[in-house]
């Protein structure tokens, strides 16, 4: 059984779910008495990190769901704010397995996901960590949208790994239409260390517009020694950032 099999639902042999089905679990009910509080901002900071040690404690799926809300909203002072996630943290890792699908539902909808990743990289080994960062990055596309935050967390996030599958879920965002965007992607390629990628790198570079994102790629490819295609090198002289030059075995150097 992998990992995306472990929380598909079923109510019997039929698929159907139960006829008790709808009625609130009991850890369904301990979360929901403390939920709304630890969600509140307006609350009373005690009662607040009461509902949220409260729900810290019970370790389940439930009380994960409820302890995820408290990422959604900071607050002042900015010590109370961090302790508070702080203990939501703790309190859902305390969960283990069963918190991975309200993460997962949770990371559907979020604006940030930095709490998120930092949970999954804390429950999972790092393939299943991968294989979760690349199935919630794969809803994003290329084009304009107004909050990008989670994309670029995950990008950021795969770019501190090395994935046989990682450079075929980032490479199209070496043509997104955010600069950030693109140059965490370049990051996330460049890790890999796999010099399969020099071809769209080399692309990238032919029609990056930055000069951030350009001396990133060139930077790059210098750094792991690869050598240009013949039939390439003129084509990138002419793009490349200022100080940098094409040797006779096309390499990538740097003027002195």
């Given at each position: 059984?992998?990992?995306?099999?472990?929380?598909?639902?079923?109510?019997?042999?039929?698929?159907?779910?139960?006829?008790?089905?709808?009625?609130?679990?009991?850890?369904?009910?301990?979360?929901?008495?403390?939920?709304?509080?630890?969600?509140?901002?307006?609350?009373?900071?005690y009662d607040r990190?009461?509902?949220?040690?409260?729900?810290?404690?019970?370790?389940?799926?439930?009380?994960?769901?409820?302890?995820?809300?408290?990422?959604?909203?900071?607050?002042?002072?900015?010590?109370?704010?961090?302790?508070?996630?702080?203990?939501?943290?703790?309190?859902?890792?305390?969960?283990?397995?069963?918190?991975?699908?309200?993460?997962?539902?949770?990371?559907?909808?979020?604006?940030?996901?930095?709490?998120?990743?930092?949970?999954?990289?804390?429950?999972?080994?790092?393939?299943?960590?991968?294989?979760?960062?690349?199935?919630?990055?794969?809803?994003?596309?290329?084009?304009?949208?107004?909050?990008?935050?989670?994309?670029?967390?995950?990008?950021?996030?795969?770019?501190?790994?090395?994935?046989?599958?990682?450079?075929?879920?980032?490479t199209r965002f070496?043509?997104?239409?955010?600069?950030?965007?693109?140059?965490?992607?370049?990051?996330?390629?460049?890790?890999?260390?796999?010099?399969?990628?020099?071809?769209?790198?080399?692309?990238?570079?032919?029609?990056?517009?930055?000069?951030?994102?350009?001396?990133?790629?060139?930077?790059?490819?210098?750094?792991?020694?690869?050598?240009?295609?013949?039939?390439?090198?003129?084509?990138?002289?002419?793009?490349?950032?200022?100080?940098f030059t094409i040797?006779?075995?096309?390499?990538?150097?740097?003027?002195?």
């Amino acid at each position: 059984m992998g990992l995306f099999d472990i929380f598909k639902g079923g109510g019997g042999k039929s698929g159907k779910p139960s006829r008790d089905s709808a009625k609130p679990t009991a850890a369904a009910t301990a979360a929901a008495k403390w939920a709304e509080k630890a969600a509140d901002r307006r609350a009373q900071n005690y009662d607040r990190q009461e509902a949220l040690a409260a729900l810290a404690e019970m370790g389940t799926a439930e009380a994960v769901a409820a302890l995820l809300k408290r990422f959604t909203f900071t607050m002042d002072p900015s010590i109370t704010d961090q302790e508070e996630k702080d203990g939501a943290y703790n309190g859902i890792l305390k969960a283990g397995q069963a918190a991975i699908a309200p993460v997962r539902a949770f990371a559907t909808k979020a604006e940030s996901l930095a709490w998120p990743i930092k949970i999954l990289k804390d429950l999972l080994e790092q393939d299943a960590y991968v294989e979760e960062l690349i199935l919630w990055l794969s809803r994003w596309d290329t084009e304009y949208a107004k909050f990008i935050d989670a994309k670029l967390q995950m990008l950021s996030a795969l770019s501190e790994c090395k994935h046989d599958k990682i450079a075929a879920a980032v490479t199209r965002f070496l043509e997104d239409v955010n600069g950030e965007a693109r140059f965490h992607a370049v990051n996330a390629v460049l890790a890999q260390e796999d010099e399969t990628a020099l071809g769209p790198l080399l692309v990238a570079l032919e029609n990056e517009e930055s000069f951030r994102v350009k001396n990133k790629i060139a930077d790059g490819i210098l750094a792991r020694g690869w050598s240009l295609p013949e039939d390439r090198r003129d084509g990138v002289r002419k793009v490349l950032p200022p100080g940098f030059t094409i040797d006779g075995e096309g390499k990538l150097r740097k003027r002195a």
